[in-house]
Structures are given as C-alpha cells and as structure tokens.
C-alpha cells in the first residue's frame, strides 16, 4: 500500500534539494531522488501534484555532472516539469495528469540506470462548477467538503436570484402576496455570506496539491457573484418599495374620490330630500292658513317632515362614509 508524503511546493530557488553527500550508499549506476527537504525518495510512495524533486545520476557512489556525463530527455517521460538544471542535478516538479512517474526514462546516456518510481497521489479530485475545471484535493475527506460547500453556496444564489425576480416582477395588486412575503423573508433570513465563507475556506485545502491557481479562481469567482447577485437583490427591493409607494398614493387617491363622492353625493340627496319634505309640509301649512285662521297644527305634523328630511342627510353621509374600509383594503 502507498505511502501519501506531503511536499512543499515553494519557487525551485529555495525548494531544490542539495543534500551534502547524495550518491552515499550507491553502487552501479543508479538515479536518487530528493524531495525539497532533503529527504530521498525510496520505496513505494505517493506524492502530490506539485511536488518538487531534484534527481541526480551516480555511478559506484560518486555524483555525475550534468549534462557532461549524462543528459536527460523530458519529453520521453510523462508527467513532470523541467524547472531547473545544475551542476550535478535536474530540478522538475510532478504533475497531475499520470498516477506514476519514472524519471530514469528520460536519463540519456546511461542505458543500465535503476532508481525508484514515483506514485502521484491523483485520485481526491471535485469538479467544480464555479472555476469550471477539476480541481485536485490531498483527502476525500477535504474534497467532499468542498462539494458540500460548493453546492450549499450555490443553493443560497439561487435562493436570493429568485426571491430577487420575484419583488422585480410583482404587480401593484401583489404587493402582499404569499410569494412576495416569502421573498422578502428569503433576503432578510439569507446564509449567503456565510456559505461564501465556508465555499473559499473549503478550497484553500486544494493549495496543498499543487492547485493554488485553483484557490484564486474559486475565490475570486465567488466573490463577483456574490457581490453582483447581492447588487441584484438591492435592486430588487427598491423596485418592490417603490412599487408598494405608488400602490398606496393610488389607494389614498381612490379612496379620496370614493369618500369625497360618496359624501356630496349624501349631502345632496339628504338635504335635497329633507327640503323637499319640509317645504311641501310648510306649503300645505301656508294654503291651510290662506283659507281659515283656524286652522290647527300640531308639533307633530311639522316635525315629522322635518325628521324625515334629517334622516336622508344622515344615511346620505353614511353612504360616503363607508367608502372608507376600501383604504385599508387597497393599503394592506
């Protein structure tokens, strides 16, 4: 079973191994591998994709110059990275496209040549739709978190795109509506900076495989889109508020006219009514009078006209004050 080795990936300058005495132990021809820490490679290990490895060639414990006494071919092996040739050494770094390296493949001049095979730890792998590429993990554990991340941001900018589309697109008699309260509950109760936080932190990891230009990307893609969405919403919310302000000018308008009408309206019939009632009383008293001084009237006779009159005029104004429920109607 393979070994995973974690190797740091710093610029070649500082990240090539030099070890004092390399060949030591060596016989025949033979290759030996060095890691940036000066630690050999031997044996059936995995790194990964990143990893900085200096090769040298000794012959019988004795370090051979390069490219006098042997010379290398990187196009004869697959899956490296030429970075840097030396005295006595070639610095490359593995990439991420085989499981397994063979450097003395490309080792020219020295036919007879062993040394170890690397293993390339490429299997922890997520794709991700945000940086639309495959990006590379050094656990399962480290890239099912970042699909869980990955997909619970993505949820949480679908949830604030529609509940934005809603409030853009309500009509002056919705503004109340199920859909538009549960908009509005949806951007006040919205996870997206937190999932935006927990998406950047759960590919950090991937910067440990080699896949740094995978963080950048992820980072900064999330970022945009958060932030263009977010603009999107407060959009949204103005158009909505703007939307329910021209509702209600309309509501008081209407129920302006509704009020104003219904109580001339009242007004007009009741007085127009009571008059009417009471002149032909009073009429009728004046030609009774006109043709004997004796005639009686009692209060009753006269006041119940006028009563009558009365009662127009206030269901006249009842009329226009029922109007007024319509503004609380139109309002909320």
């Not at 859909?179 to 935006?196: G, H, I, Q």
């Not at 759960?202 to 992820?218: F, L, N």
């Not at 006219?257 to 109580?263: M, T």
């Amino acid at each position: 079973m393979a070994v995973l080795v974690v190797a740091a990936t710093a610029g070649v300058a500082t990240a090539a191994a030099s070890p004092d005495a390399p060949c030591q132990g060596t016989s025949g021809t033979e290759a030996r591998l060095f890691l940036d820490t000066g630690e050999p490679i031997e044996g059936d290990q995995a790194y990964y994709p990143g990893t900085t490895v200096t090769m040298y060639v000794c012959q019988d414990g004795d370090k051979q110059q390069y490219p006098a006494a042997w010379g290398f071919d990187a196009s004869a092996v697959d899956g490296i990275s030429i970075e840097s040739e030396r005295e006595y050494s070639i610095v490359f770094t593995l990439g991420g496209t085989v499981e397994s390296v063979t450097p003395t493949a490309g080792v020219e001049n020295r036919p007879d040549i062993t040394g170890p095979t690397i293993r390339v730890q490429t299997g922890y792998r997520a794709d991700s739709s945000i940086a639309d590429r495959t990006i590379r993990f050094p656990s399962g554990d480290a890239s099912t978190e970042f699909r869980r991340a990955e997909d619970d941001w993505q949820a949480s900018i679908d949830r604030v795109e529609n509940a934005s589309v809603a409030l853009t697109n309500v009509s002056a008699d919705a503004t109340n509506s199920s859909a538009v309260r549960s908009a509005l509950a949806t951007l006040n109760d919205s996870d997206l900076s937190a999932t935006t936080t927990a998406l950047q932190r759960s590919v950090i990891p991937a910067a440990r495989s080699g896949d740094g230009a995978a963080v950048a990307t992820v980072v900064a893609e999330s970022n945009d889109t958060t932030a263009a969405v977010r603009a999107d919403a407060r959009e949204s919310l103005q158009s909505y508020l703007e939307t329910v302000e021209q509702r209600r000018s309309a509501a008081v308008l209407r129920v302006r006219l509704f009020v104003g009408g219904g109580l001339v309206g009242g007004l007009l019939v009741g007085a127009v009514g009571g008059y009417a009632l009471s002149r032909r009383t009073l009429s009728k008293i004046e030609r009774d009078r006109g043709v004997s001084t004796a005639t009686q009237y009692s209060p009753k006779q006269v006041a119940l006209p006028l009563i009558l009159g009365v009662l127009a005029l206030v269901a006249g104004v009842a009329v226009g004050a029922l109007q007024w429920p319509t503004l609380f109607e139109v309002i909320l």
